[in-house]
């Protein structure tokens, strides 16, 4: 009798949620500081100087392999600038690949805003979505993207996620609602804080800056910018560059567009990239152009463009090249080498390679190996270095291909002047 009671009960519940309760309805609401239409852009930045926002979209897309393949994607865009009613038209089949670049200031307070926008290939798909700042220090559960303990965003509707930026470094982001499927699909991208160092100058303070050491990023006359608030400046750069390695199955992304079984235990990426394109595409310093339907020749969405960014490094003899690399492959190890170029790694990790005592670790090496998640701070420094071009490519031999064209992939070019 009291399990028959209990069933009772918990019927009349479920009876009364689906058939008394008010429908929940998503909607595009943005939320920005000094913002009064909604388009994450600060009307008077002079009154919340410490503050940035960010709009990004959730959907699919398309775009081109180095070796003309299409590919179908998840990925992310940026509506910053755009009013909510268009976000949606905007956001959909605008899918980028790698997702904008983020980049804030130590101190800063980041709003960022996600609409999904939905699966315009696949309506039949309703999944959510997220953001998970990989590697955020002290992330509240609700805004850490982690749908064990976040929230997921239904299409059509909006969450603004706050971060309190209190640490440097090379960091990334991605969408961690079923992490595999969706990372895998291409909602990858690059994320970095500058030291506040970079406003202060070595050794200065936020209240009196040194403007004749301050760095050049800005405003200043010292180098272009800091890796870290080194105190002493040997992290000083004057070239800066986030380059993401990552690697795309093409069987899994074909199985997703053409509604078929996902193989995730076959999964074995076969175009390995650098910020979403396989050389010769990454040295290509414009945007690739809209992706291309092969069998109707027409464009695959819309005309949009989903592979705005370039790897190609150009530096002055002399010059000091910050290369953030970050891994976000869901399948491999990579390791990355700069052919005659000497590399120090000053950071991993969005941590300065520092002993507790102040005392340097940093490491001259030649090659850099990162798994999936990791990050690390690399410097190359041109000093000794002859003009010409050199070549920043893994040395997993086995992914210098597009598929099954040689003389490809993870390559790009650094051309010193």
Known sequence: MKTTCTLSRLGFLVALAWGLAPAAHGAVFVQCPGDSNQDAVIDNPALHPNAKCMHLSGGDGFVTMADGYLQYIFGFSDLTGVLPEQAMSEGMLAANFPAPTIALKQGQQFYLSLTNAGMAIRPDLFDPHTVHFHGFPQAAPVFDGMPEGSIGINMGATITYYYNLIEPGTFMYHCHMEATEHMQMGMLGSLYVDPIQNRTGIGGSLAAPDLSTVAAKEGGAGPYGYVYNDGDGSTAFDVEIPIQLGSFDPAFHDASYTVQPLPFAEMKDKYPMMNGRGYPDTVNSASLPPPIDPETGESANGGKVSQPVSSRVTATAGQKILLRLSNLSVTNFYTVTALGLPMKVVGT????????????????????????????????????????????????????????????GMMTEIVIN
């Open 349 to 408: 990790g969005a941590h300065i390679l520092r002993g507790p005592d102040g005392t340097d670790t940093y490491y001259d090496t030649s090659s850099v190996t990162l798994g999936g998640g990791e990050a690390a701070d690399v410097i190359v420094d041109t000093g000794g270095a002859a003009p010409g071009t050199y070549f920043l490519y893994t040395t997993n031999l086995n992914y210098l291909s597009n598929n099954t064209e040689d003389y490809g």
